[in-house]
């Protein structure tokens, strides 16, 4: 048995806590089943956002004639692009193993980890099958894996999960997405831009249902415009014949009691399936039992503010602890449990100002209170919107969009929504405002705004009158 003072379990977020503890003198081994780097690098989001700015570039030329511009698309190089991606995220896991592998403090163990006792992991398979590592601390950071709903005939027949979907080297003819989520909306737009016909079917009434209801309102009847949507509808049944998949779908009600109702079937067919409804924990392959670690009932790792498990020296991060399943959370926690851990003082995460954004056409942003959840909870609060073709680098663009802020009645920021172009690069500026500033609309309004760039729509939309909600009077 090989004993180290840190062990991680998963070479994604995980491995910056890996790296803070090398540096700190402390031997350390890393566990991983796949290829080095996390979901984020490998079936995530560096290959799915490379893929869609091709989608991105494809689109601004066929939008060209709007600009009186004549351009026409003569070729697209399609399996190109995908190998083209998919070989430079390759080529990022392997340089991040070799890294691993020449380290004089790192041991890597490839290979599928499971939990034989206290901080004592097992090699259940792979190239280090039967290794055992006892570790003084142990870190969870083993990521998710797409969830499959439960659909009657779904085992027998083919289909993708965004893993297998960006690796596809031909854009299918027709293509059927169950989820309405951001991994649907994103591949959506990837295939869609390349010429697939797509078929969108979700439970929830409005795509993206994580965002705030107005913007995810806006994104369904744009998509609506492009594809086949059908919010409102459960996929209940799935059968293949001669390479064709074929779901059946029924209305669904969605609601403290929501189920699939009685009502008009939908029969929806296509050459590929891609099943995008949600993300599920690996902590099930890791026997988290034996190591006296509790999940919730979902499956995730249940830890403190701190990110500490209920076992003693063992710590979580990332998806598998499901607080945000984004990336730029897994690292704030990764940056937090370095501090934690070698820290003589504990700091809870903050978890303040987590912003999102979903990569479609249009690009959706949001941080903060969504208004629906601020009017079950009774609050009051004033909202403004300002679209994006009030300005004049919105007009230039010919876009729809617009920003929608939330404040409370003394001017803090509650919350900031956004549709449309750079949504996630705009949005930043409120994120900075909400944790680092005063939080409240005078560090929007008081900043100096190049003109005319499109950051004014921002400015505008943290300006002038807002319309006071969940109280009486009119206006802020």
């Known amino acids: 048995m090989n004993e180290v003072d840190f062990l991680v379990v998963g070479s994604g977020s995980g491995l910056d806590v890996a790296n803070a503890a090398a540096n700190r003198g402390r031997s350390v081994a890393v566990v991983e089943k796949g290829p080095l780097g996390g979901t984020c690098l490998n079936r995530g989001c560096i290959p799915s956002k490379m893929l869609l700015y091709h989608a991105d570039v494809l689109e601004t030329v066929e939008r060209a004639s709007e600009f009186h511009i004549d351009a026409e698309v003569r070729d697209v190089e399609f399996s190109q692009i995908v190998r083209e991606v998919n070989e430079e995220v390759e080529s990022d896991a392997g340089s991040i193993r070799r890294g691993l592998r020449s380290s004089s403090q790192h041991d890597l163990y490839e290979g599928e980890g499971r939990f034989v006792e206290e901080r004592t992991v097992e090699i259940v398979s792979g190239e280090d099958d039967g290794a055992q590592i006892r570790a003084e601390t142990v870190l969870i950071a083993a990521g998710t894996r797409p969830s499959i709903p439960d659909i009657d005939g779904i085992d027998e027949v083919d289909y993708l999960t965004s893993t297998e979907a960006l690796r596809l080297e031909r854009p299918p003819d027709h293509l059927v997405i169950v989820g309405g989520g951001y991994i649907a909306a994103e591949l959506g737009h990837f295939f869609g831009t390349f010429g697939s016909?797509?078929?969108?079917?979700?439970?929830?009434?409005?795509?993206?249902?994580?965002?705030?209801?107005?913007?995810?309102?806006?994104?369904?009847?744009?998509?609506?415009?492009?594809?086949?949507?059908?919010?409102?509808?459960?996929?209940?049944?799935?059968?293949?014949?001669?390479?064709?998949?074929?779901?059946?779908?029924?209305?669904?009600?969605?609601?403290?009691?929501?189920?699939?109702?009685?009502?008009?079937?939908?029969?929806?067919?296509?050459?590929?399936?891609?099943?995008?409804?949600?993300?599920t924990p690996n902590s099930d392959t890791l026997d988290p039992d034996a190591a006296g670690v509790d999940t919730d009932e979902r499956g995730f790792i249940e830890t403190d503010e701190y990110l500490r498990t209920t076992a003693e020296?063992?710590?979580?991060?990332?998806?598998?602890?499901?607080?945000?399943?984004?990336?730029?959370?897994?690292?704030?926690?990764?940056?937090?449990?370095?501090?934690?851990?070698?820290?003589?003082?504990?700091?809870?995460?903050?978890?303040?100002?987590?912003?999102?954004?979903?990569?479609?056409?249009?690009?959706?942003?949001?941080?903060?209170?969504?208004?629906?959840?601020?009017?079950?909870?009774?609050?009051?609060?004033?909202?403004?919107?300002?679209?994006?073709?009030?300005?004049?680098?919105?007009?230039?663009?010919?876009?729809?969009?617009?920003?929608?802020?939330?404040?409370?009645?003394?001017?803090?920021?509650l919350g900031c929504h956004i549709i449309g172009p750079e949504a996630s690069d705009l949005i930043q500026e409120v994120v900075v405002a909400m944790k680092a500033g005063s939080g409240t609309v005078q560090?929007?309004?008081?900043?100096?705004?190049?003109?005319?760039?499109?950051?004014?729509?921002?400015?505008?939309?943290?300006?002038?009158?807002?319309?006071?909600?969940?109280?009486?009077g009119h206006s802020h």
């Not at 929007?444 to 969940?470: D, Y």
């Open 197 to 279: 016909d797509v078929t969108i079917i979700g439970r929830r009434p409005n795509l993206l249902p994580e965002a705030d209801e107005e913007v995810a309102e806006a994104f369904t009847e744009r998509y609506a415009d492009r594809f086949t949507v059908r919010t409102g509808y459960a996929a209940t049944a799935a059968s293949q014949t001669d390479g064709r998949v074929t779901i059946e779908a029924h209305p669904y009600e969605y609601g403290d009691d929501g189920g699939v109702l009685d009502g008009e079937t939908v029969n929806v067919t296509g050459d590929e399936l891609l099943v995008a409804a949600g993300r």
């Open 313 to 413: 020296g063992v710590w979580a991060l990332g998806d598998i602890v499901g607080e945000y399943l984004l990336k730029h959370s897994a690292n704030h926690e990764a940056q937090a449990v370095a501090r934690n851990l070698f820290a003589d003082d504990l700091q809870p995460v903050d978890y303040t100002a987590m912003p999102f954004a979903v990569f479609a056409s249009p690009e959706v942003a949001g941080v903060g209170a969504h208004e629906a959840d601020l009017k079950e909870a009774g609050r009051e609060y004033a909202t403004r919107t300002y679209q994006y073709d009030q300005t004049a680098r919105g007009s230039a663009m010919k876009v729809d969009g617009f920003v929608k802020v939330i404040i409370d009645l003394d001017g803090e920021i």
């Open 443 to 472: 560090d929007i309004r008081q900043s100096v705004h190049i003109h005319p760039a499109l950051s004014e729509v921002v400015q505008r939309a943290f300006s002038g009158q807002f319309s006071r909600r969940g109280g009486s």
